[in-house]
């Protein structure tokens, strides 16, 4: 079991920078796989970014790459959404996903969720 909050939301301007956290429970963190999605409101959950547990690889949707960069530390049962040059487009709340055997874009393969933290930026 793997129970997971996030923190770090706020309001940030265009161009601005914000870093998520998702601190975990559980003593299966260390070997699951982490991902950041997003919801926007009218809009469905998207993926954003996802981790695999031994941070050797990264995948990034297209949207992000470049802006946003995802890490662990494992230590701490923790992982990161660092987000910079943030767009209006970007706001969202945005959940970390953990599963012990999914490593992927898939939102419906992740077993573990956590409630979510918003990020609005303004223009």
């Known amino acids: 079991q793997v129970q997971l909050v996030e923190s770090g939301g706020g309001l940030v301007q265009a161009g601005g920078s914000l870093r998520l956290s998702c601190a975990a429970s559980?003593?299966?963190?260390?070997?699951?796989?982490l991902g950041w999605f997003r919801q926007a409101p009218g809009k469905e959950r998207e993926f954003v970014a996802a981790?695999?547990?031994?941070?050797?690889?990264?995948i990034y949707a297209d949207s992000v790459k470049g802006r946003f960069t995802i890490s662990r530390d494992n230590a701490k049962n923790t992982s990161y959404l660092q987000m910079a040059s943030l767009k209006p487009e970007d706001t969202a709340i945005y959940f970390c996903?953990?599963?012990?055997?999914?490593?992927?874009?898939?939102?419906?393969?992740?077993?573990?969720w956590g409630q979510g933290t918003q990020v609005t930026v303004s223009s």
């Open positions: 559980g003593r299966t963190f260390s070997t699951a796989f």
């Open positions: 996903a953990a599963d012990q055997r999914y490593f992927g874009r898939d939102s419906f393969q992740y077993d573990y």
């Open positions: 981790i695999s547990w031994i941070s050797s690889r990264t």
